[in-house]
Each structure stands twice: as C-alpha cells, then as structure tokens.
C-alpha cells in the first residue's frame, strides 16, 4: 500500500494517489492544512488517484495558504499511512519580490545587505524544513514531531515575510 502526494507548481492544487487499498475495508483520506480539513472516501483495490483544489477549498474555509499539509489513508476508521507536503508558495513569491528588489539595488546600499541577509535566512529555512519532510518515516509520533519542527521553520519564514508582498498582489 503505497501514499503519494505532489503539488502542482502554483500550489493550487494536490495529487493524491492510493495503491494497494484494501478491498475490504472502509478506505479513506483525510488532508488537513491549519483550519482546513476535506476527507473522501473510496473504495478498495485499484489505484485511486484524486486532484484535490486547493485554491478553492482554502478560499472558501478561510485557511491560510500555506504551511504543512498532513495526508493520511484510512482503513476502517484507522490511520495506515500518512505523509506531509510543505505547501510553500506564498513564501516562494516573497523571496522572489526580496530578490526582484534586491536587482534594483546599489549594492553599497546597506538596506540591500540587510535584504539580502533576509532572503538567505528564509531560503535557508524553507530548505530546512522541506529536508526534514523528507525523513519522515518511523511512527506517528515520530512524524508528529517532525512536522511540528518543519511548521515552526515555516512559521518563521512566514514572519520574516509579513509585510513584504510577493506574488498576485
């Protein structure tokens, strides 16, 4: 039984994919990102493969538009896998405004040195944490704590961020 996620580019949407359900089982997911939650249910055996519209369903509950988003698989009720994907678009487009500001800087300028500095730290925690994402194995617990490490260095970027707009403002 295998669990994969991927996002499109522009995070609006998620690609989930089952195989290897049971057929006898109640099967389930459940995604959740901050306040947003959506859970579907599918039957057992064959792949199944669901393209979830982020874009829609963050607008329309209210949640942000970023963060850790946890994916489980569950089996009558209990959870069989999880995974979790670094939903990281609107940090993206921040660091590419900072970046696009930075080009149009005289570099003896010393806001541009404290932007740049700026741009690194960011970088460097979204990097950070999409490593940490990709040791999650081990048990619940386990990846428990690894997400909450990657959402606090998410968070963190997301404060360095406040303020200074990137993409489709």
Known sequence: MALNVSLTADCKKAVVTVTGAAVDSQNSVQISLGDYSYNYNFPGGATN?????LATQLVS??????GVMTISHLESGAVV???AVLVSCDI?????????????CNCECM?????LV?????????????????T???????R?????????KYNKAAEMCSGHCGCNC
């Open 81 to 83: 896998s999880s995974t």
């Open 144 to 152: 428990a704590a690894i997400i909450a490490n990657v959402e606090k």
């Open 49 to 53: 493969t669901r393209v979830i519209n």
């Open 136 to 142: 999650i194995t081990g048990s619940l617990t386990d």
């Open 111 to 115: 806001k541009c040195s404290d932007d």
């Open 92 to 104: 993206l487009c921040c660091l590419a405004k900072k970046m696009e500001d930075l080009l149009d």
């Open 118 to 134: 700026s741009a690194q730290k960011i970088f460097l925690l979204l990097k950070a944490a999409e490593a940490e994402l990709a």
């Open 61 to 66: 509950s209210g949640a942000g538009y970023g």
